[in-house]
C-alpha cells in the first residue's frame, strides 16, 4: 500500500475509497493543525470527514473546510484534522487534581468531547507525576493550553507522548523516564510557534457556509476565531515574550524563603527558594531556549537582591515577574546593579 484515501459525509462514519490526484500535500507540524491539500474529480461537501492513510506517512484524518469546485476539471479541496476542535477559546483554572494529564483530560471532557465531534482521549495508565499550581488560562484556544503544558512538562524534565490519530483520539502521556530520547530543539522550540494565521487566511467560512449545508453553522460557528500570537512585526521578539510567559507560569508554583536554596537544582527539590534561588531558576530555563539572559545584583536595604534580565525589542527588560509569589521582583532594571551572569 502506497497511500490511499477514504471519504465519509458527514455524521454517517461510513467510509468508501475514493480516488485524488496524486499531487495532495499535507502541511504538518505536530504542535498545529495539520492541513490537507488534495485535488479529485468527485463531488465533496463541506464538513465531509476524509483520511489519507499510508506506510510512509503519517494517517491523517480531518474535514473538509474550504474548497475550489471548477466544475470541468478536478475540483480542489483542503481539509484540516481534528485538532480543529481544540481551536475553542477558554478561560480555564484547574481545580483537584492538577497533573497536566488531568488537565488535559478535563478540558478534553468539559470542552470538546461529545456526540457533535469525533475526539476523543485515548485512555493511559501512565499520568504525568508533576503538580501545577496557580495556573490559569484566559481566553486562549485548547490547543495553545496543551503547548505550554508539554513544555512545562519538558523544563520539568518529562517529555510528553503527544498526538492525534485519523479517527480523532488523542494521545497525551508521559515518556518512560529511563527512555533515552535525544530532545530537538527545534521541536521544543515549535511548542511556542502558535501562529493559526495561516489557517485563518485561507478559511472561506462564508462561502462554505452559504454554497453547502446551514449545519454548518453549528459546527463550524468558531472556525474564524483562530488566535495569532505570533503577528507581531519582530517575531523573534514574540517567540521571546511567550517563552517569557511560559516560564512565568513555572515558576508561579515556588514559595519564597529568605533562607531557601539559592542554586536551581535544590530549589526546584525543594519548591521553595530565595531571590537568587529564584533568578537562577529563571536563568536555567531561559538559557536552555536559548534566550538571552542576564543576572543583575543589587543592594536594597542590608542585604543583596538579584533580578532577571531579558532583552528584546533592541534592550534589555525585566523579566515577568507578575503573578508569581510578590517577594521575586522586577528592580533590576531601574536600579544600578553588578551583573552576575
Known amino acids: 500500500m502506497s497511500t490511499e484515501f477514504y471519504h465519509s459525509k458527514n455524521k454517517t462514519n461510513n467510509y468508501t475509497k475514493k480516488e485524488i490526484s496524486s499531487d495532495w500535500d499535507i502541511k504538518n507540524d505536530w504542535n498545529k493543525i495539520s492541513v490537507l491539500n ?6 465533496l461537501d463541506g464538513a465531509d470527514h476524509v483520511k489519507l492513510r499510508g506506510l510512509d506517512i503519517n494517517n491523517f484524518g480531518g474535514q473538509i473546510v474550504d474548497f475550489d469546485k471548477s466544475y470541468n476539471d478536478l475540483n480542489t ?3 484540516y484534522d481534528y485538532r480543529r476542535y481544540l481551536q475553542t477559546e477558554v478561560t480555564y483554572k484547574p481545580t483537584g487534581y492538577r497533573r497536566s ?3 488535559v ?3 478534553l471532557k468539559k470542552y470538546v468531547i461529545n456526540s457533535n465531534t469525533p475526539i476523543s482521549l485515548k485512555a493511559s495508565n501512565t499520568p504525568s507525576k508533576d503538580i501545577f499550581v496557580k495556573l490559569i488560562w484566559e481566553n486562549v484556544t485548547i490547543l495553545r493550553i496543551i503547548n505550554e503544558l508539554i513544555y512545562l512538562e519538558f523544563i520539568n524534565g518529562t517529555l510528553i507522548d503527544y498526538g492525534i490519530d485519523d479517527n480523532g483520539t488523542i494521545t497525551y502521556k508521559p515518556l518512560p523516564a529511563q527512555m533515552n530520547i535525544p530532545v530537538i530543539t527545534e521541536a521544543i522550540d515549535g511548542s511556542y510557534s502558535v501562529d493559526y494565521s495561516d489557517i485563518q487566511t485561507s478559511l472561506r467560512v462564508d462561502g462554505l457556509l452559504v454554497k453547502e449545508n446551514k449545519e454548518l453553522v453549528n459546527l463550524w460557528g468558531t472556525i474564524n476565531k483562530s488566535v495569532n500570537v505570533a503577528g507581531e512585526t519582530d517575531k523573534k521578539d514574540d517567540e521571546i515574550l ?4 511560559t516560564v512565568n507560569l513555572r515558576c508561579r508554583q515556588f514559595n519564597y524563603s ?6 536551581y537544582k535544590e530549589a526546584f527539590k525543594a519548591g521553595k527558594c530565595s531571590d537568587k534561588g529564584m533568578s537562577e531558576l529563571i536563568y536555567h530555563y531561559l538559557s536552555i531556549q536559548s534566550v538571552p ?8 536595604g542590608n542585604r543583596d537582591h538579584d533580578s532577571v534580565l531579558v532583552y528584546y525589542k533592541n534592550k534589555w527588560q525585566d523579566f515577568l515577574y507578575s503573578g508569581m509569589n510578590k517577594n521575586f521582583k522586577a528592580t533590576s532594571a531601574s536600579k544600578k546593579g553588578r551583573l552576575i551572569k
Open 38 to 43: 488534495f485535488s479529485t474529480n468527485e463531488n
Open 77 to 79: 479541496y483542503n481539509a
Open 101 to 103: 494529564s488531568d488537565i
Open 105 to 107: 483530560k478535563n478540558l
Open 242 to 245: 511567550k517563552i517569557v510567559k
Open 258 to 263: 529568605a533562607n531557601g536554596p539559592h542554586k
Open 293 to 300: 539572559v542576564r543576572i543583575s545584583r543589587y543592594r536594597a
